[in-house]
């Protein structure tokens, strides 16, 4: 059996975080007596969903501290703002799939979002082009324009070269 180099928080140890780990476990640490005695705080059983199935610290009124900022909005406004969040300049547009756009509307809502996103290009509300793995989703004014074809180029009038 392996001796523990682990010094519990209360011995007087400023950083009860191990070299390795980049959290602190409450219950390996010694502090989830401290917090279950907090009154803003409390530490439920969440199983799987806490940090390696050990408890979950939440906030008073049972949302727990990562659903604190979630707030339900639309499917429209939802997509709507994931395109201005998650775009990174110069780009205009993100990648349904590469920005984590597709993963996310399926946590949020539980439905598909390739369905909603196609329904919303047909109403004209969003513009989507089709990319390797995904497709690109932009703004309507922020959409680029539709390159000129090449056949229009080939039949067309020559044009003149300095």
Request: net charge positive; hydrophobic share 35%; glycine share 12%.
């Amino acid at each position: 059996m392996r001796a523990s180099n682990w010094t519990p928080a209360f011995a007087g140890e400023k950083n009860i975080r191990k070299a390795w780990f980049l959290g602190v476990h409450p219950a390996e640490a010694g502090i989830q007596d401290d917090l279950k005695k907090m009154k803003s705080m409390s530490v439920r059983e969440c199983g799987r969903a806490g940090l390696r199935g050990g408890p979950e610290i939440s906030l008073k009124g049972g949302k727990s501290m990562s659903e604190e900022g979630t707030a339900k909005v639309s499917e429209d406004e939802f997509i709507f703002r994931a395109i201005k969040r998650l775009r990174k300049p110069p780009y205009k547009g993100i990648h349904s799939v590469y920005s984590g756009f597709n993963q996310a509307f399926k946590e949020h809502f539980g439905k598909n979002p390739v369905e909603v996103t196609q329904k919303l290009a047909a109403e004209g509300k969003i513009v989507t082009r089709p990319v390797k793995g995904g497709v690109m989703l932009y703004l309507p004014e922020d959409a680029p324009s539709a390159p000129k074809s090449v056949l229009g180029k080939i039949l067309g009038p020559e044009e003149e070269t300095p």
